[in-house]
């Protein structure tokens, strides 16, 4: 597989990625929701400050760290992908590299740039673009996310210990294009990984012999 067939497909998910981030930020107020088919498909704008599901550290400093996570991930990632290409690794297992490499730039662009860039989005108020002062400073900016499809809406039984009774939505979280080709690419490797591995690994065994 070329390179340049791995950059466009990553270009490909960024463009989409941001083009809607950016449409997001601003057309809809913060928790406004556009309901795309009934209310089990949603546009629902959230602001995230952490990881994938909501997952984040503490305060400033803890932002800081993850954005500084990020960018070293995307930086070993750009290196792997390259490697893998001139290893010739099977075609589907550089697809999906490079799907978790866009998806992980596509966050990163917003923690580092959002902040300066648009204004504060609040529950009444619909952000702008280039404003005089962004929200907030570089590497601290918000990961915009939108997706959301709660399919099922249920209680637990009331026989299961600390959760009975509770109420819960499958799919409860809220994703975004970067997120959704993250997990693409995450969750083919594992289902497909004897096949995606066992290719190299001849290949490997055929070059020592």
Known sequence: MRSRQIFLLVLVVIIADQTLKIW???H??????IHLMGRYSQLYFVENEGMATGLQFGGSW???????????AVLFGGFYIQRIIKKNYHPHFIVCAALIFAGALGNLIDSLFYGLIFEESTYNHVAHIFPAHG????LHGRVVDMFYFPLIHTHFPGWLPFIGGKEFTFFDDIFNI?????CVGVIYIIVFQRKLFRRHS???DAAMG
């Open 24 to 26: 997001v930020k601003t």
């Open 202 to 204: 001849s290949q490997q």
């Open 135 to 138: 929200y907030t400073t570089f």
């Open 62 to 72: 803890g932002k800081l760290f993850l954005t500084l996570f990020r960018l070293i």
């Open 28 to 33: 809809m107020a913060l928790d406004h929701s």
């Open 178 to 182: 970067a997120d959704a080709a993250i």
